[in-house]
């Protein structure tokens, strides 16, 4: 391993060279150019301990980030390296701490490319950010640098580190850093090696994926054909061998569908038909290449199969609105082909972007259409509707120029010049365009540097534009994405514009759980609050990275978010985005695309299809069908169709649906877009409902009644507490119209065995409720088993209930040495911050950044928690009730009897002291704060939180915790100004706080 030791100075804005040394320290005052000092930003060379470092400081009122440069390339250039290993060490005593940190490279042809890494704080004012160059991987993040200068998204060697730059939180004060030194380790290559693509060796053969199809689809009615296909990019034949598998999106092989070998010339291609499975869906394609002397293992190409939705059914004015976001981006008219065919592929109507006043009005008096003419007609011609943003100012179109950020877009405009540019807009637009957004997420000010009245002055003249030039277009309020920031912008901004828009849009990135609580606790009383109400709102731009949770879950979120939307009242769900914005598997941001940046499919994208072969054309919404506990099912009528979309939002748990019909026919269909007859009797239909969403389909169908399930029990969970032996109380109905005899079975899960089940024969519309016992072994439970449940008529027809299965935790007077959980998951994570460019340095960067362990314990007198919190920054600005907003821990508690969730808390406040609140308690009860006993502490980077509470203070005695009660816990994450996320035990606390997830805790008294 070769190693070199780099020790650089820099200057903000200004470029200078800083010599290659190996074996010595640099002393940066001999090589470092004149101190400088320029906009906020200030660098000058310090001595310390008989050493040189370079010292930089901000104002971050001025700018959110500083760059650092060297005049020449850093001599001599690596010619070529397997990877490079990257560490900058610093020092900062700053509040305002630098979030990320990049380093830039610079190729032969002027490529520049930018690495990113997480600042890690070690310890009390140190800091180091560590960064890997791999020799193959392309960085999506690059560009070119002079007017020669030539962009391909490969490295040209010989390469060159040529910068650095610094991002830090907008407004948070002062900042300052010590830059101290960077180490590089090179890792050449040392011969023939057995490798894989991704660990940095330009390989010669490369796997692609060939369906025809720039979006890689197969359709059933082409013949489902579908290639792997090798390319040898070297200079000479290659003797190979080839293996290739197809998984389908749970990761379970289809099946092995190559096994060649043979002799590939260079700059041919080999094509091997691989068998398209049976079944609608995404699939993943994976080849591992053997040659003389290495093996190729390239990432998996994917591939979907579905019947493409295309234009079957007009879109008509009214009904509901497909859409999908994209960007502009500097791109050739090939790939806006590929976007096209990709949108019309399954059925997406309209796409959203926006024009700003620096992309159209550069320059006083100068006006540039063609580009988005072109573009917009290009769509247009494909039977899609743009819906236009009007989003950006420019740098001499501003009110203050100099205001806050390198980039002009989120300035105030002046209004003579935002005149001017609505004017142009509608008038040049407004015969082709119906739709125009004043605005994208003002809310944020990553977007918009000014108030709600000043954005109010902005509408009005928009609107007098638009009724001026294009009075048939529709006016939409900005995409607002919160309730709470810049002063209650969102609520301010649309009471003083209520008269202005037609349509109010909201953006609402994250889960479908979250939304939910979003739309129906925030959105909607907010609307009824301010007199909006009738005023139709649009889920414009509303999604779930994939980051963190995976293809399948992204789909499933698009599914579930796209139907409870319309279900509360949106005319409309645009999916943010088409493609993914960039490679990096770790940045939420390049995680949103339906495909991949490359145009491979991902699962969200066959989801999309499936919606809109269901649902496009004229439908609408016509009942809520949901039964409040755990079942979400929403009915809707497309002409003489009648379907039902439903999915169970309880882990683990699964049922039926039970709908009386005149359906002429019945049919399921999953996510994918799979179909089957569904179970029927008569008039009876039966739909199974899972976590994974479904749709059941009824043809020519003028009725559809809702009634109660076939099989159902009192609770979604079974709870199995320190016995043995247990019991869950299951009820049969007879809906059949006759007499019916019921045979039960249930599946036993590891450790558990289902006992006394039995044969009931019911009469006519009669019911029966019955015992079911329960053995089991705790020790060899499996972590979220499931016991599932099914009956079997007379006449053949079955049905089931899956219900998940919760250890009930035994409290014990002490704490034990192994933790009762720990929270460290991503999906235990609750991001406040998802999809916003501007605060990605917000989001949850992994256990490091905040993650517990949590002990339970308790006696006749008093329940005990501890909770140690690993949290990398700890901020706590609030007192009393507010301390949610700063770092700080909640409980949760729900006791047999009660009709309120307790709710209390503490936190260490930044000035040492200990604040403690209980925010909701019993109704009736008014707690003496004074008994909840907190202790908190912290060392460095853990936080200890202590709690002692009697069980008087619940009003509750102990035996009646032979019952059990549920518990939860949530830990607040401030590292910045505002709470960004919190991490949960269970869901159901925060926006919507539910307790049937939560886990139940029992005490008994014991001799």
């Known amino acids: 391993m070769k190693q070199k030791k780099l020790l650089f100075a820099f200057m903000a804005a200004l470029l200078f060279h800083c010599a290659v040394l190996q074996g010595r320290e640099l002393d940066l005052g001999s090589d470092v150019a004149t101190p400088f000092e320029k906009d906020g930003q200030k660098v000058e060379v310090v001595g310390e301990n008989g050493k040189k470092n370079l010292y930089f400081q901000w104002d971050t009122a001025k700018k959110t980030w500083g760059e650092f440069y060297w005049v020449k390339r850093i001599a001599p250039p690596w010619k070529d390296f397997k990877v490079l290993k990257i560490r900058v060490e610093l020092r900062t005593g700053s509040a305002s701490l630098p979030k990320n940190m990049m380093i830039r490279f610079t190729d032969l042809y002027g490529e520049v490319f930018q690495l990113s890494a997480l600042i890690k704080l070690e310890k009390t004012g140190q800091a180091s950010a560590e960064f890997m160059f791999p020799h193959d991987f392309k960085l999506q993040h690059s560009w070119k640098s002079g007017s020669n200068g030539r962009k391909d998204g490969g ?13 830090f939180p907008l407004n948070s004060g002062i900042g300052d850093i010590y830059i101290t030194s960077i180490d590089i380790e090179e890792e050449p290559f040392a011969g023939a090696a057995s490798v894989t693509a991704q660990e940095g060796r330009s390989l010669p053969i490369k796997f692609d994926v060939f369906t025809g199809h720039p979006a890689r689809i197969v359709q059933p009615d082409t013949g489902k054909y579908c290639y792997g296909v090798l390319l040898n990019t070297g200079d000479a034949p290659e003797d190979f061998s080839v293996e290739i598998f197809v998984r389908d999106h749970n990761g379970e092989q289809v099946e092995k569908t190559v096994a060649a070998s043979g002799r590939i010339g260079s700059g041919a291609r080999r094509y091997y038909r691989l068998p398209v499975p049976d079944k609608f869906g995404i699939y993943y394609v994976s080849a591992v290449v053997k040659i003389s002397d290495a093996t190729i293992k390239e990432p998996a190409k994917s591939f979907a199969f579905f019947q493409p939705t295309g234009h079957g059914i007009p879109y008509k004015k009214g009904q509901f609105r497909f859409g999908v976001q994209t960007h502009w981006g500097p791109q050739d008219m090939s790939v806006w082909e590929k976007e096209a065919e990709a949108f019309r592929t399954v059925g997406a109507r309209f796409f959203r972007n926006g024009v700003s006043i620096q992309w159209l009005h550069g320059s006083p008096g100068v006006w540039s259409h063609s580009f988005f003419d072109g573009i917009i007609d290009f769509f247009l011609s494909r039977g899609i509707q743009l819906e236009l943003v009007l989003n950006g100012s420019a740098r001499w179109a501003a009110e203050n120029p100099e205001d806050g950020k390198k980039s002009p877009r989120g300035n105030l405009p002046r209004l003579d010049v935002w005149k001017d540019f609505c004017e142009e807009v509608f008038r040049h637009y407004g015969d082709r365009l119906e739709s125009f957004e004043i605005w994208n997420e003002p809310d944020l000010i990553h977007f918009a540097l000014f108030s709600a009245e000043e954005y109010y002055k902005m509408a009005k003249i928009a609107y007098e534009a638009r009724n001026r030039y294009a009075p048939d277009a529709e006016l939409m309020s900005a995409g607002f994405c919160n309730f709470t920031s810049k002063n209650n912008f969102h609520e301010n901004a649309m009471k003083l514009c209520k008269e202005l828009f037609d349509v109010h849009c909201f953006h609402g990135h994250g889960t479908q759980k979250a939304f939910q609580g979003v739309i129906d606790q925030s959105l909607i009383p907010m609307r009824k609050k301010i007199g909006i109400e009738t005023m139709p709102w649009y889920a414009h731009e509303t999604a779930l990275t994939g980051t963190g949770y995976g293809e399948k879950k992204q789909a499933e979120a698009l599914f579930k978010k796209l139907i409870f939307a319309w279900s509360r009242g949106s005319i409309g769900y645009t999916w943010y985005d088409l493609r993914n914005d960039g490679i990096d ?29 269901l649902l496009n054309g004229n439908t609408t919404f016509e009942k809520d069908l949901s039964d409040g506990n755990g079942v979400l099912a929403f009915r809707f009528r497309r002409e003489t169709e009648i379907l039902i979309a439903a999915w169970h939002d309880r882990a683990g748990a699964a049922s039926e649906l039970m709908f009386k019909t005149d359906a002429e026919s019945a049919e399921i269909i999953d996510l994918w877009g799979n179909r089957k007859p569904a179970d029927r009797s008569g008039e009876l239909v039966f739909m199974p409902v899972s976590g994974e969403p479904s749709a059941l389909r009824l043809k020519n169908a003028t009725r559809c009644e809702e009634g109660a399930s076939i099989l159902s029990a009192m609770d979604t969970r079974i709870y199995l507490g320190k016995e043995n032996t247990s019991a869950v109380e299951l009820t049969v109905s007879n809906a059949f119209g006759k007499t019916v005899t019921f045979d039960f079975e249930a599946k036993n899960p590891a450790g558990i065995t289902v006992e006394n089940m039995p044969q009931i024969v019911l009469p006519p519309e009669d019911r029966k409720s019955f015992p079911v016992g329960i053995k089991y072994d705790r020790s060899k439970i499996v972590p979220d088993s499931s016991i599932c449940f099914s009956y079997k008529t007379g006449d053949g027809l ?105 709710q209390f808390g503490c936190a260490l406040l930044d000035d040492g002291e200990v604040e403690r609140h209980v925010w909701h308690p019993e109704t009736g009860f008014s707690p003496d704060i004074s008994a909840f006993g907190c202790k908190v502490t912290r060392n460095e980077k853990r936080t200890v939180y202590e709690l002692q509470v009697p069980w008087n203070a619940f009003g509750i005695e102990p035996q009646a915790l032979k019952q059990g009660f549920r518990f939860n816990v949530m830990l607040n994450e401030s590292d910045s100004n505002v709470r960004e996320s919190w991490l949960q035990l269970a869901p159901g606390v925060g926006n919507v706080v539910d307790s049937q997830a939560y886990p139940v805790l029992e005490w008994e008294k014991r001799n």
């Open 585 to 613: 598997p770790s940045n939420p941001e390049h995680n949103y695309g339906m495909l991949t940046h490359d145009f491979y499919p991902k699962a969200v994208y066959v989801v999309y299809n499936t919606l809109t072969a």
């Open 798 to 902: 079955k049905g089931f209930l899956s219900l998940p299965v919760n250890l009930i935790q035994s409290l014990q007077k002490e704490f034990g040495k192994e933790p009762f959980a720990v929270i460290d998951q991503r999906e235990q994570v609750f991001e406040l911050f998802d999809a916003d460019p501007g605060n990605v340095f917000r989001l949850w960067k992994g256990p490091q950044d905040l993650s517990a362990r949590l002990w339970v314990a308790a006696d006749e007198k008093f329940f005990r928690l501890k909770v140690e919190a690993i949290d990398d920054q700890h901020r706590q600005p609030y007192s009393e009730r507010s301390i949610w907003k700063g770092d700080s821990l909640q409980v949760f508690c729900a006791f047999s009897g009660q009709d309120q969730v307790w």
């Open 155 to 167: 490295i040209d060697f010989p390469v060159s580190l040529t910068g650095i730059a610094v991002s």
